[in-house]
């Protein structure tokens, strides 16, 4: 059988997944899963979510089972894609360590998603050199797969990138071919990066202004019914903004009759139409989508001894490939030195 291209995709355990990674990253990895065009890996990065909360593993260790209920709410289905926790793959440290020599600390402090992180997280002059090297991390996640498409948000091209040059490096200087140059996989244009409900550009776990899966009807009502419009469209007769308008950026993504969306948008902008009758439609839109991925959500919520299986056997398979990489890394770069001794 030919082999597949590997698809490797993977989320920060710090927290629950919301509606801004669903059309950022989830929609495309399941899409892509049951395309069935290439080989699908999916890792819970609890290394990574340590880089910037090495105080508070217990938030960590909650938000890994969040996530994977997440994941098997939208639809990653362990019978096609192998779904794994990072830490639990060794091999990934050791990439790690032998990429970081070829990368300077100058070209890690330019990386600019983590500059923005650095200063969004206010680390100031404290940046724990774990977060400030994360994106090798990262490439020794998508190396060790030999990963050929990433499916992410926006905010991650710069790793992409990273990792890209790394690959190049590290192929150059050992005379190699073992390693794989991937590529991103974004979402259409407008929808890498979802707004926040408070209109803050991003909308983020770590920012309280998310709609999360696993939110129930009342507080998607509640979250849309407060959010963020054009502050001037004070009286239902004036005319709006649709542009920056938080609730017209939503219903652009997820209403699917996109000519009422259309009508809506014009009536707003010339005066009469009120936020709540505008909000009332978003509400409905999202509980249609919602509903279905949290119905499935409670259902592996009720067995989560299956969901630790699930990642039991997906780190075990995960494991194997990496170990492979790594042995091959280790020849490439000859540091193989007692390998009659059966080292691994
Ligand atoms: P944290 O604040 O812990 O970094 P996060 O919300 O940025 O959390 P990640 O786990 O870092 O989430 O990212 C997971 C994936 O979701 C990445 O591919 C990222 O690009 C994508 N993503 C995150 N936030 C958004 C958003 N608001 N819109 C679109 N995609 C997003
Ligand atoms: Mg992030």
């Known amino acids: 059988m030919e082999k597949k291209p590997v698809m490797l995709s993977g989320d920060r355990p710090t927290g629950r997944m919301h509606i801004g990674h669903y059309v950022g990253s989830l929609a ?19 290394m990574q979510a340590l880089t910037d909360n090495a105080r508070d593993p ?65 680390f100031n002059e404290s940046v724990p050199a774990g977060f400030l ?13 030999k990963a050929a498409v990433i499916p992410v948000g926006d905010d991650q091209e710069p790793m992409i990138e990273q990792t890209r040059e790394l690959v190049r490096s590290f192929n150059h200087i050992y005379d190699s071919k073992v390693l794989v140059e991937p590529t991103g996989y974004f979402p259409p244009q407008g929808q890498g990066r979802i707004p926040g409900l408070d209109g803050n ?6 920012l309280n202004n998310a709609i999360y899966l696993a939110d129930d009807e009342d507080t998607i009502q509640k979250k849309v019914m407060s959010m963020y419009t054009d502050p001037n469209h004070i009286h239902v007769q004036d005319p709006g903004q649709v542009a920056g308008n938080t609730v017209f950026t939503y219903l652009d993504i997820f209403a699917d009759d996109s000519s009422y969306v259309a009508e809506l948008k014009a009536q707003y902008q010339h005066g009469g139409l009120g936020d709540v009758k505008i909000k009332r439609y978003l509400n409905e839109v999202l509980q249609a989508k919602l509903a279905p991925i949290r119905e499935r959500r409670a259902v592996f919520a009720a067995d989560l001894e299956q969901v630790s299986k699930i990642l039991e056997t997906g780190s075990a ?8 990489t790594l042995q091959q890394v280790r020849d490439a770069m000859g540091i193989n030195y007692f390998q009659s001794a059966g080292r691994r």
Do not use: C
């Not at 090297?133 to 797969?145: N, R």
């Not at 550009?201 to 770590?206: E, I, L, P, R, T």
């Not at 398979?317 to 492979?324: I, L």
């Open 28 to 46: 495309n990895r399941v899409r892509l899963q049951n395309e069935g065009k290439y080989q699908p890996y999916v890792m819970i990065a609890d």
């Open 317 to 324: 398979a995960a494991n194997e490939t990496a170990e492979a």
């Open 201 to 206: 550009a991003k909308m983020s776990k770590s």
């Open 58 to 122: 217990e938030k960590i260790r909650n938000s890994l089972f969040q996530v994977a209920l997440d994941y098997l709410a939208v639809g990653i289905d362990p019978a096609k894609s192998t779904i794994f926790v990072q830490s639990q793959i060794p091999a990934l440290n050791e990439l790690t360590m032998i990429y970081m020599n070829l990368v300077t600390v100058a070209r890690l402090e330019r990386n600019p998603t983590v500059k923005h992180e650095i200063q969004q997280k206010r």
């Open 133 to 145: 090297t994360y994106p090798v991390s990262q490439a020794a996640d998508i190396t060790a797969f």
